[in-house]
């Protein structure tokens, strides 16, 4: 049974156009986090919710956002895609502290037109 | 940052031998963990070794921490072909609990 879902797997933008991507859990876990990975490159942490109390990497710009209303789902907005957020976007979720282990779920990936 | 080094960034083995990664971070942390991402997928937990152990063993996989020098590595014995994929070291962040930060990759292409 999935057990961190990501909807939908692939997702096509325009440039500008806001874009939601959605993760949902079954896992009842605290924390959730949202990475960006690019061709070949390592997953990047983009931010993380502990329960409700976001977490934003100073890195990530201002277009991302995000929001999670309940335990269960999280969400990460893209106010005004561009072409270099083209991306596999990956959520996971962790029961506590950084001491458990991650669960992923299998991406979406954008393609930003 | 934090963000880890692996090496080497590619390795093609034949099915049989051993692969061994090698992961470097930059700063003390609590645990370290290895993940496996098949290609397109996401990612999945392997192990996770603490930084009071300094080795640990699950099926065919090895790891060693040695947090004096900052470097972990993860050793497949007998790959398989079903072993391809690219696997990455996770490093959590001293000061902050919930941050993790994931090493750059080594590619493992397993030939059978």
């Known amino acids: 049974d999935a057990m961190v879902i990501q909807n939908p797997r692939y997702q096509v933008t325009q440039f500008g156009k806001p874009v939601t991507l959605s993760c949902s859990q079954t896992?009842?876990?605290?924390?959730m986090y949202w990475y960006q990975q690019k061709s070949s490159q390592a997953p990047k942490l983009l931010f993380h919710y502990y329960d409700k109390d976001f977490n934003n990497e100073a890195d990530t710009p201002d277009n991302f956002q995000s929001r999670r209303p309940n335990t269960s789902f999280c969400f990460l907005d893209i106010r005004s895609p561009g072409l270099g957020d083209a991306a596999m976007y990956l959520c996971?979720?962790?029961?506590?502290?950084?001491?458990?282990?991650?669960?992923f779920g299998p991406g979406t990936r954008l393609l930003v037109l | 940052s934090q963000q880890g080094e692996e090496d080497p960034q590619a390795l093609s083995i034949q099915e049989g031998e051993n692969a061994t990664m090698n992961c470097s971070y930059k700063t003390s942390i609590n645990n370290l963990q290895w993940y496996r991402q098949n290609s397109g997928r996401g990612l999945v937990h392997l192990i996770l070794i603490r930084s009071n152990e300094r080795e640990k063993h699950s099926g065919r996989l090895r790891v060693t921490l040695d947090t004096s020098k900052k470097s972990s590595s993860l050793l497949i014995t007998a790959s398989r072909a079903a072993d391809t994929a690219s696997y990455f070291c996770a490093t959590d962040a001293r000061d902050n609990f919930n941050k993790f930060y994931f090493g750059s990759g080594t590619k493992l292409n397993v030939k059978p």
């Open positions: 996971a979720t962790s029961r506590e502290q950084s001491q458990e282990t991650q669960y």
């Open positions: 896992l009842n876990h605290n924390v």
